[in-house]
């Protein structure tokens, strides 16, 4: 490396030394061109330069450069859940593979864009890659058959879930709406409908809209939200006695006055 930098100096920078150049491009002409000379003298004590050795030994075993860009993928090995998919812990997310390998320790390349799968060097998943936290991404024909065929001979669909909320309230069936888009594959949510329907059935119409009325406020909708606020008796309570602390009466504070 040190002789090859030596090189650098002798062959296109001390030829350059003395001369002036008023733009960049200008620049790297007259270095390309020195390269050519630097490529086209012999070696010493051979009878062949460097560019000749390049075109008889080395071009015609070059292969194309690819199409796409380099992009680093990582591999991890990961366990297939029950639920048969496999979680990569980076984002926390989970993917489905087939359900007849439960069980099974597969290998995970992932990059940016796509996570696969592979056990036993045989390819079996092929998913995008999603960043969104505690979620699922799932294929359909991953799923064993019976569970395919459960939620429809049990009527489950989120038409029917939505109709059975409205039976409550506006805000029952709007909270609804958002547990089934809570997850990518809507299947997985039905569980937490079908907690949410039995609530309803165990709690009075008005404290079940008030329930779903705050709890549409939060950011994740859940079975266990509903459950917690019924529970505690939060739907009952206003909504600015729940705060923490209690903005205080000061007289260095302003209103909305202050701002016309």
């Not at 380099?70 to 366990?79: E, N, P, Q, S």
Request: hydrophobic fraction near 35%.
């Amino acid at each position: 490396m040190e002789n090859e930098v030596k090189l650098v100096y002798q062959r296109i920078y001390a030829p350059l030394r003395d001369s002036v150049f008023f733009s960049l491009s200008e620049l790297n002409s007259h270095i390309v061109e020195q390269l050519k000379i630097h490529h086209q003298k012999y070696f010493q004590n051979k009878d062949h330069s460097r560019l000749e050795c390049f075109m008889k030994g080395e071009k015609d075993l070059l292969q194309p450069l690819p199409k796409d860009k380099f992009v680093i993928r990582h591999v991890v090995k990961a366990k297939v859940q029950k639920s048969y998919h496999i979680i990569l812990g980076e984002d926390r997310h989970y993917y489905s593979v087939p359900f007849s390998f439960i069980g099974k320790t597969v290998n995970v390349i992932y990059d940016t864009d796509t996570v696969e799968i592979y056990y036993d060097h045989k390819h079996i998943a092929l998913h995008v890659r999603s960043y969104k936290p505690n979620g699922f991404t799932t294929i359909k024909e991953h799923m064993p058959e019976s569970h395919r065929r459960y939620s429809e001979q049990q009527g489950w669909t989120p038409e029917y879930f939505l109709r059975q909320a409205l039976k409550t309230g506006s805000y029952t069936h709007l909270y609804i709406e958002k547990v089934l888009q809570s997850k990518s594959f809507t299947e997985q949510t039905y569980n937490a409908c079908l907690g949410i329907m039995r609530l309803a059935k165990s709690y009075p119409a008005e404290r079940m809209e008030a329930a779903c009325r705050r709890a549409l406020a939060g950011q994740r909708y859940t079975y266990t939200t509903i459950n917690n606020i019924l529970i505690h008796h939060l739907d009952t309570v206003p909504s600015d006695e729940l705060l923490l602390f209690p903005m205080p009466e000061h007289e260095n504070l302003r209103g909305p006055e202050a701002y016309e």
